[in-house]
């Protein structure tokens, strides 16, 4: 039992274990914004069942101090050889022939996690794509996804009054459509890892600079809503 509880502790994985040490669970509500390093993640995947469904393809865009560094953009196509012809398919159009060429899912996510050591994630609707990849981690490396987080609709309800939380009962969080659309932001290869990723780190720029104008000071984490 001591073996198991030391290896859940510490991967015996070099890139897990630098990610889990350099990665701290909670940032400070006060900590400055422009001090920290901000990763957006998009991922398309095999379906929408976290466990049984896989990644396909993810894509991520660093973010700090309110710029976005062209040439660190990631994204990656993951070796997959049993990919369903589904709903998620039609969406992303990843063909089977296409994901059964990709590089092994242990590889790329030793990339992932050394992008994302120190970083807070950010994406629009990022639950599930971190559930998907908390999944991944653990089935390789026994690691948990450490990592605060922002989903840039839940920010948008906090920032944009056309998407204000209201006591309505059938209210949802607005699409990435819906807020490019309002914000002025174009879409970039909707349905791609990539293109979602870029749009998403634009979206995060505007929405900071939006809150950042509402409260006349520099932000903090604790204006962003960090999970």
């Not at 400055?32 to 990644?55: C, H, I, M, Y």
Request: hydrophobic share 45%; glycine share 8%; proline share 5%.
């Amino acid at each position: 039992m001591k073996r198991l509880l030391w290896w859940r502790r510490h991967p015996a994985d070099p890139i897990a274990a630098s990610y889990a040490a350099g990665t701290a669970r909670k940032v400070g509500a006060r900590t400055p914004v422009d001090s920290l390093r901000f990763v957006v993640l998009d991922a398309e995947t095999s379906g929408f069942r976290v466990g049984s469904d896989r990644l396909l393809s993810l894509a991520t865009v660093p973010v700090q101090a309110g710029r976005i560094p062209l040439g660190a953009i990631r994204s990656w196509l993951f070796r997959q050889t049993t990919v369903p012809l589904n709903q998620a398919t039609e969406v992303h159009g990843i063909l089977p022939a296409e994901a059964a060429g990709g590089e092994s899912e242990d590889s790329i996510l030793r990339e992932v996690l050394a992008e994302l050591t120190g970083a807070v994630v950010v994406g629009h609707h990022i639950g599930f794509d971190l559930a998907v990849l908390d999944e991944a981690t653990r089935r390789h490396f026994g690691l948990r996804l450490r990592n605060a987080s922002i989903d840039t609709a839940n920010l948008a309800m906090r920032v944009v009054e056309a998407f204000a939380a209201t006591a309505y009962p059938g209210q949802r969080p607005p699409t990435l459509e819906e807020l490019c659309s309002h914000c002025g932001v174009p879409l970039i290869d909707r349905h791609t890892a990539a293109g979602d990723a870029y749009t998403t780190a634009e979206l995060f720029l505007v929405l900071c600079a939006r809150k950042q104008r509402l409260l006349g000071r520099p932000l903090t984490a604790g204006d962003l809503g960090l999970r």
